[in-house]
């Protein structure tokens, strides 16, 4: 059973830059053919996929988003984190980070990941 946790700061303020940690148990983020992504819901909105880490480091992200998203890893913690640069109020969200057994971009069907974290809550603070 694989499990992800997403912690981090869950107030930022305009123009500063988010960054959540996903922890991942149950399985190696360096696993092969493993992909792990994270996404967002805005309040009434649908869920938004921001971006993936495969399993070999290389990095895919949502081309609206791309400009200010960064994710990377930490392998030693089987770790991968997510920042978002130039906040806004727009940016507020449900953040979840998700597991899938093949890569994929783009996807924001809940059904095509096999796993999930809970979910953090981010809010622009100003």
């Known amino acids: 059973q694989v499990q992800l946790q997403e912690s981090g700061s869950g107030l930022v303020k305009s123009s500063q830059t988010l960054s959540l940690i996903c922890t991942v148990s149950g399985d190696s983020i360096t696993t092969s053919h493993l992909a792990w992504s994270w996404l967002r819901q805005p309040p009434g909105k649908g869920l938004e996929w921001m971006g993936v880490?495969?399993?070999?480091?290389?990095?895919y992200y949502n081309s609206s988003l791309k400009s200010r998203t960064s994710i990377s890893r930490d392998t030693s913690k089987n770790q991968f984190f997510l920042q978002l640069s130039s906040v806004t109020p727009e940016d507020t969200a449900v953040y979840y980070c998700?597991?899938?057994?093949?890569?994929?971009?783009?996807?924001?069907?809940?059904?095509?990941?096999?796993?999930w974290g809970q979910g953090t809550q981010v809010t622009d603070s100003s």
């Open positions: 880490l495969a399993y070999d480091g290389s990095t």
């Open positions: 998700a597991y899938a057994d093949s890569l994929r971009t783009g996807v924001t069907d809940r059904e095509e990941y096999d796993y």
